[in-house]
């Protein structure tokens, strides 16, 4: 049996966009046409400051981006 299975980890690369080079190295690096992107935003303690930073900054990108919420605000 054969999956088939995209998997881009990124840390913090996205916080700041005036430098998203190592965002796209990895994604373009995947392999993959449209790879998912999730982001565990444990650091900020799930702060939806973080969570709208992330998925502003893959709008530039080929990918689907996902988060996990860790924390109950």
């Keep these: 049996m054969s999956y088939n299975q ?3 980890l990124l840390g913090g690369g996205f916080s700041d ?3 998203d080079g190592m965002d796209e190295y990895l994604i373009s690096g995947s392999g ?3 790879p998912n992107v999730c982001f565990i935003p444990t650091a900020s303690g799930d702060s939806p400051t973080y969570i709208r930073r992330f998925y ?3 709008e530039g990108f080929r ?3 996902h988060y996990v919420e860790l924390f109950v605000l």
């Design 17 to 19: 966009s005036s430098d």
């Design 6 to 8: 995209d998997i881009v």
């Design 56 to 58: 502003e900054s893959m």
């Design 63 to 65: 990918c689907r981006p």
């Design 32 to 34: 993959v046409k449209n």
